[in-house]
């Protein structure tokens, strides 16, 4: 296991607790080590968008980002 999955690991972990800003940091951590973990970067936009975190600018995009990644999801529930 590398380190970014490690962070992303420890992401999920805290966002179990509830502790969002926390996994948040690590989201960011494995995102800064692998700019590809595309599991980090998902997660890190759900976190910010329905925790709150991230207003601004970076919450716009996150729910610009999320509109995409609900189509995707919706056309991959149609093939099943």
Same mark, same amino acid.
């Given at each position: 296991?590398?380190?970014?999955?490690?962070? &992303?690991?420890? @992401?999920? $972990?805290?966002?179990?607790? @509830?502790?969002?800003?926390?996994?948040?940091?690590?989201?960011?951590?494995?995102?800064?080590?692998?700019?590809?973990?595309?599991?980090?970067?998902?997660?890190?936009? &759900?976190?910010?968008? &329905?925790?709150?975190?991230?207003? @601004?600018?970076?919450?716009?995009?996150?729910?610009?980002? $999320?509109?995409?990644?609900?189509?995707?999801?919706?056309?991959?529930?149609?093939?099943?």
């Amino acid at each position: 296991m590398n380190n970014a999955e490690k962070y &992303f690991n420890r @992401g999920r $972990l805290l966002s179990v607790k @509830g502790l969002y800003p926390e996994a948040i940091d690590a989201y960011k951590k494995a995102l800064e080590i692998d700019p590809g973990h595309s599991q980090a970067r998902t997660n890190l936009k &759900f976190i910010s968008y &329905f925790s709150g975190i991230g207003i @601004g600018e970076d919450r716009i995009r996150n729910v610009a980002n $999320l509109k995409n990644i609900e189509k995707g999801a919706k056309k991959l529930l149609q093939k099943l």
